[in-house]
């Protein structure tokens, strides 16, 4: 990216990116900031948010304290759905709200401790930003967002970046406040064997439908030994229950030098030594997940009561 601001020639240089930006050729990232086409074309979504967090807090007279959304992308949790449009950012409470130029404040207070430096921005830390996103988000996309944080690989390979006993100080520190209620239900539902944002989303609509809660991440066993683990399990209706993206068969990465003729092959097979357990087992996808009423149906036609909340 092109930061006007540090160019000597910076009034010609100013029009001549705007005339670039309107034949298409540059893509206006924040005022003064520009990137070409085929460099903003070549990021993935997360990153070009990032990158206008980067550029909306470069440019501002002071140094912004990133938080909420924004902070969340920093610290690498994942979004349901899209990024948002503006940057957010955390101001003392005697400064206002007001939000414009791509930028949502949000009037709060923050002690110093609360304040973090992440790829040379200032930011919320970990723990106040998933109480902050909590406290004001959709209970899905906080969920999400809290439970990659907590998550512990069950081979050790990767340690949680926070705990819920860190999570449930940091929500008293901050009482009162709005959306307390909001946030205390996010720690409390939130769980450290979710292994996938799917399976989160997954987990807080099926709460939110009314479904009975299901157990996560269920060991299996036959006679010839570790079958596998399960996303979810619902005993009491010996149903298994599968969250399962395209990139577990079309990214290499997740196939483990596999083709994806190979992964189905054993996926198949796995369920084969499932049900002759006497399991059910049943799978959906992003789609699905995405949508409670979808999500309720696929479910129920797989057995699986709903109770009316």
């Not at 709200?97 to 973090?116: G, I, K």
């Not at 299996?220 to 990139?247: K, M, N, Q, V």
């Not at 992964?263 to 369920?271: D, I, T």
Request: with cysteine; net charge positive; glycine share 6%.
């Amino acid at each position: 990216m092109t930061y006007v601001a540090d160019l000597h020639t910076r009034d010609r240089t100013r029009q001549q990116f705007a005339d670039d930006t309107s034949k298409g050729s540059r893509v206006r990232v924040a005022r003064g900031v520009y990137a070409t086409l085929a460099e903003w074309n070549s990021l993935r979504e997360t990153d070009r948010y990032l990158a206008v967090v980067h550029a909306i807090a470069k440019t501002r007279r002071t140094s912004p304290i990133v938080s909420h959304w924004s902070a969340a992308a920093l610290h690498g949790l994942p979004v349901i759905g899209s990024w948002p449009s503006t940057v957010h950012i955390t101001v003392p409470p005697t400064s206002g709200s007001r939000s414009r130029h791509q930028v949502t404040r949000h009037s709060l207070l923050l002690d110093d401790d609360e304040v973090v430096e992440v790829s040379g921005l200032r930011v919320t830390s970990l723990v106040r930003t998933i109480i902050d996103i909590a406290a004001c988000c959709r209970f899905p996309s906080a969920v999400t967002m809290a439970d990659h944080a907590l998550h512990v690989d069950r081979f050790g390979r990767r340690q949680p970046r926070c705990t819920r006993d860190e999570l449930a100080r940091q929500w008293q520190r901050r009482m009162p406040f709005g959306g307390f209620a909001k946030a205390r239900e996010v720690i409390d539902f939130a769980t450290e064997y979710s292994d996938s944002a799917l399976e989160s989303l997954s987990r807080a609509n099926i709460e939110l439908i009314g479904f009975p809660r299901p157990r996560v991440q269920v060991p299996f066993f036959d006679h010839r030994g570790l079958i596998g683990y399960t996303d979810f399990f619902w005993p009491e209706f010996s149903l298994i229950g599968e969250a399962d993206g395209d990139i577990k068969y079309l990214d290499p990465r997740f196939r483990s030098s596999r083709s994806t003729e190979q992964v189905l092959l054993a996926q198949s097979k796995r369920e084969d030594r499932l049900r002759a357990l006497g399991h059910r087992v049943t799978r959906w996808d992003w789609d699905t997940a995405l949508s409670p009423a979808a999500l309720r149906d696929h479910l129920q036609a797989a057995g699986l009561p709903c109770r009316i909340r």
